[in-house]
């Protein structure tokens, strides 16, 4: 069992920044790799970015490189999604995921079924 809490959401202007944090405790096994996820209204969920255990094979979503940063602390129990020259199009409640080692390669990494534990979620709002 794995317990993820997210943390760090908020209302922000377009171009600012917020950094997310992702609290994780229960078996390191199954967090080989943790991820984030967003939904907006009415839209589906959609990748985000992910990281693998050792915090150098990263992955993200077309929309968000070059603005947005995942990083882990494995010491810390935490991942984090700092992110920066937000838009209001990143309006959305964020989530982290949590996957075991299984689950690698590109094309898993960024499929939502394949993780198998996830946060609370935490709203992320960029106004105009």
């Known amino acids: 069992q794995v317990q993820l809490v997210e943390s760090g959401g908020g209302l922000v202007q377009a171009g600012g920044s917020l950094r997310l944090s992702c609290a994780w405790s229960?078996?390191?096994?199954?967090?080989?790799?943790l991820a984030w996820f967003r939904q907006a209204p009415g839209k589906e969920r959609e990748f985000v970015a992910a990281a693998t255990w050792g915090g150098r094979n990263t992955y993200y979503a077309d929309s968000v490189k070059g603005r947005f940063t995942i990083s882990r602390d494995n010491a810390k129990n935490t991942v984090y999604l700092q992110m920066n020259s937000l838009k209001p199009e990143d309006t959305a409640v964020y989530y982290c995921a949590a996957a075991n080692i299984n689950v690698r390669g590109e094309s898993a990494v960024v499929a939502g079924a394949n993780y198998g534990y996830w946060g609370q979620g935490t709203q992320v709002t960029v106004s105009s």
């Open positions: 229960g078996s390191t096994f199954a967090t080989y790799v």
